[in-house]
């Protein structure tokens, strides 16, 4: 059956014509924030967008090699809120850095991230919502912490997957990987947490990975179209790393890696920005003056998660301003292990 024309409906212009008009519309686009991320754009542009991720990169909260230490000062750890964001319900995308990343890390991680982001272990950080006013009196970003989960799971090809690797050069690859399409699009609940092979050191404010006086892992921001991409990273702990001691205390790697990346995996959910902050203010969010983050307070002290796959996973404590405490969960007697398991209805 021959269609009936509408005369209500107007015919598509030429292609030429529509084509000028798309392009129009798209250097138009500038004018309502900016063309979308996945549109291809030019070497000049790709290198103003590198550029910013270098620039705004700040000073990342690292954890340090080696076992927790004691507090400095006195009383009971407290962390309070400056006023920054929190990510609401993370999505993680668990980036390994070339072919050569640990097959066991490679296949484990990112049931690791579902699990621990649909589990107890994130349900307690209610407590750590910013329906609250900052330290200064000021107004909280007014939001709630809850559930996420795993995103995606990626493997990039970088030129540079050996030797010593710098955080601006790190910034650089995820830019890059972004727009080439290899990555999403970063959102406010995008979290990059990026495993590393044996054989990258990683080099970060004078200082190296896996070795004295250096550090496990860390989670940084910068910027991109002038909004927010937090990241994590985790250099490889295996035997010979260097991190192989000092990066947790589990029986195996594998242990230690899930044990570090759920360390720095809630720091970001609960102080994304900490990396940006300048002092005790914003974007700080929940942050304890003289013990630091959530984690950092808790460092080194363990819990296991059990998965609704029956696996056990080895996990950090966190600090509890409501119990007072480093707990994997807040329910009564599972202080030292979380489950995954149905969220509770509200």
Not at 250 to 257: R, S
């Amino acid at each position: 059956m021959r269609a009936v024309p509408d005369p209500a409906v107007r015919p598509l212009p030429a292609l030429p014509a529509f084509l000028a008009f798309l392009a129009v519309l798209y250097g138009a686009g500038v004018a309502c924030g900016g063309p979308p991320d996945d549109v291809p754009h030019s070497a000049a542009a790709e290198a103003a967008l590198q550029a910013e991720a270098v620039s705004s990169g700040g000073s990342a909260h690292v954890l340090p090699l080696g076992q927790g230490a004691p507090l400095q000062g006195s009383g009971s750890p407290h962390l309070s809120y400056y006023g920054g964001r929190v990510i609401e319900n993370a999505e993680v995308v668990a980036v390994f850095w070339g072919e050569g990343v640990p097959g066991e890390v490679k296949a484990g991680m990112g049931d690791f991230y579902e699990a621990a982001l649909k589990s107890s272990y994130v349900d307690w950080l209610s407590e750590y919502d910013t329906n609250v006013s900052a330290v200064d009196g000021s107004r909280g970003t007014g939001q709630r912490i809850g559930r996420g989960g795993l995103k995606q799971a990626v493997v990039v090809h970088p030129k540079a997957h050996q030797g010593v690797l710098t955080d601006a050069a790190i910034r650089r690859e995820l830019t890059a990987q972004i727009s080439a399409r290899k990555l999403p699009a970063p959102g406010p609940n995008t979290l990059f947490m990026v495993h590393f092979p044996a054989g990258v050191q990683i080099e970060l404010q004078g200082s190296r990975s896996c070795e004295a006086g250096g550090f496990c892992a860390y989670h940084n921001s910068f910027r991109r179209r002038g909004k927010e991409v937090d990241y994590g990273v985790l250099p490889d702990l295996g035997p010979g790393s260097g991190c192989d001691t000092g990066c947790g205390r589990g029986a195996t790697a594998f242990d230690n890696q899930t044990a570090v990346a759920s360390h720095e995996l809630i720091e970001a959910i609960t102080d994304p920005q900490v990396g940006l902050a300048k002092g005790l203010g914003p974007p700080l969010a929940w942050y304890d003056a003289a013990g630091g983050e959530i984690g950092d307070i808790c460092n080194a002290q363990q819990g296991r998660l059990r998965a609704a796959s029956g696996r056990s996973y080895a996990v950090q404590k966190e600090w509890s301003n409501k119990a007072k405490a480093c707990v994997v969960s807040r329910k009564p007697g599972q202080e030292a292990w979380a489950a995954q398991e149905p969220a509770a209805r509200p």
